[in-house]
């Protein structure tokens, strides 16, 4: 990778990938596309535009000589129910754009799935990779047919699109966004503001969910693989460890005495309830090497302490 563009630059994960890329790459290699977000004090390239105008993306790909694209703009499982139809246009037909643009320019591509492709009907308990994925919400089917269109051009095109099914993933660096597992997040910031939460997922909801170290690393280990190693081209389960509220509650309560919580499920848990509890992320391991650092004790430990700083400097 030598020129790297990312879209949703400023998103939960385009916070962190941006900042590891360019430690890894340079600063200078790595272009960031924001559309509403931008960050104060952001210290990038930073170019503004929209995923949906293709013929935007291809000026920047051209003008800044592009080689890998890590096509992260999206809007997550909540805000998609509430816009289905600019979900579709943000998270379906934006991918569409790069991967079309991807067949004459040859760039590698790295597009996020999510475990939101999975259903009702998928085996909720270690999910395997090759599975039923019938999900009942628009940003599931924004996964799943994503995930079918980036094998298609592989095979018709051997366009390099590689893909990972990210669990909820937990990050301190950006303010979570309008997804279901984004509650795992909130909770810090409310723990360390008021000592109390109330969250939109009742007791016993299990979720798969990731620190957000892990899922960089992973990220970018995908993206550095030997594409020979690569058999899944839809996009690789992915996982490391999963919670129920009460479990993250349990932790944070160590850390904050006396923190309370309230379950008030609303419209989120219907979501949350259409995806697996666990997941079987074998292949990734086997086929290029994925292993996870942080449980759940280590991530809470992390983000109470980074977020307690975020707080105090705010
Ligand atoms: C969401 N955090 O809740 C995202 C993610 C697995 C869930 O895709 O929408």
Redesign the pocket.
Known sequence: MKKILVTGAFG?VGTDLVEALQKQYGRENVICLGHSVVHEGFDGILVKGSVTDKEGLAKIIDDHQIDTVFHLAGI???GSEKNPQLAWEVNYLSLKHVLDLAIDRKFKIFWPS???AFGTTTPKHNTPQHTVLEPTTM?GVNKVSGELLCQYYNLKYGVDVRSVR????LGYKAAP??????YAIQIFYDAIKTKHFECFLKEGTS??MMYMEDAIKGTIDLMNADSRNLTVRTSYNFAAFSFAPEELVAEIKKLVPGFTCEYKPDFHQA?ADS?PTKIDDSQARKDWGWKHTYGLHEMAIDMFKNIKIKIQKA
Request: proline residues 9%.
């Open positions: 939960l997550l499982s909540g999510s475990i939101a940003y990210y669990p909820g993933l966004g309008a997804g279901t597992t984004e979720l798969p979501i995806w």
